[in-house]
């Protein structure tokens, strides 16, 4: 199973906690503690290991470059439309998509073009199903023009357990659609915001994958 290198700090620190718990335990208490505590830290253990799994995800053959491709996995508890977006400038359709503590938490491109907008906000940490996360939570905001000239806007949320959002791209790189750029740690949410004009190939209650499932078509 491949590891994120982002999550080895945390896990090096779990598994050293565990063993330094369960060392001073087996010392100086009796074989009953150790055994209970055994029982309580490995598996917080391995779970901190399996959060930050990165497996290879394989996208669409021949898919042209106006399908949108969903930037995490989660499940679709947003689709609406929305009257006026930031960076789209325009009324559009916002596509929410909630991360689990046990969904993996690499995010990926959602579509190729230039990053033009970056903003990074601090704010509060409401539950990320809460519709309100999306103006009020810590996120970070990237705002890509597509080669035909639409503007897609996606957001990373922080939620009640997720307190960071990691990424690697920068304003004026050139994306390419599929390829890591980041990730959130512990549950979290996922907004992407397209023209009104696109096609939505999704539904709410849709679990999707990211780098794999289309979920939405540009109109071009």
């Known amino acids: 199973m491949k590891i994120a290198y982002e999550g080895i700090p945390t896990i090096v620190l779990v598994g050293l906690v565990t063993v330094l718990v369960l060392s001073l335990s087996w010392y100086f208490y009796t074989l009953a503690s150790g ?21 290879e995800r394989i996208s669409p053959l021949n898919l042209s470059d106006e399908f949108v491709l969903s930037p995490s996995d989660g499940k679709v508890v947003v689709i609406k439309e929305v009257e006026t977006a930031e960076y789209i400038e325009q009324e559009a359709i916002q596509i929410s998509i909630f991360l689990s503590p046990l969904d993996v938490h690499i995010n990926r491109i959602p579509i190729s073009g230039v990053l033009e907008y970056l903003v990074y906000q601090t704010g509060e940490y409401l ?3 809460d519709d309100r996360a999306t103006m009020d939570n810590e996120q970070a905001k990237f705002g890509v023009r597509h080669a035909s000239g639409q503007k897609i806007l996606f957001r990373q949320i922080t939620g009640f357990l997720a307190r960071r959002v990691v990424y ?45 499932s289309i979920i939405a078509k540009l109109t071009i």
């Not at 209970?36 to 497996?55: A, Q």
């Not at 920068?170 to 750029?181: I, V």
């Not at 979290?188 to 190939?201: G, I, K, N, Q, T």
């Open 35 to 55: 055994i209970i505590l055994s029982l309580i830290l490995f598996p917080i253990w391995f779970l901190s290991i399996y959060f930050f799994r990165d497996p």
């Open 127 to 129: 539950m990320a199903w």
């Open 168 to 212: 690697y791209i920068r304003k004026g790189d050139s994306l390419e659609r599929a390829k890591r750029f980041g990730l959130m740690k512990f549950g979290s949410r996922m907004d992407v915001v397209l023209p009104r004009s696109s096609s939505v190939l999704i539904k709410q209650g849709d679990k999707v994958i990211a780098g794999e």
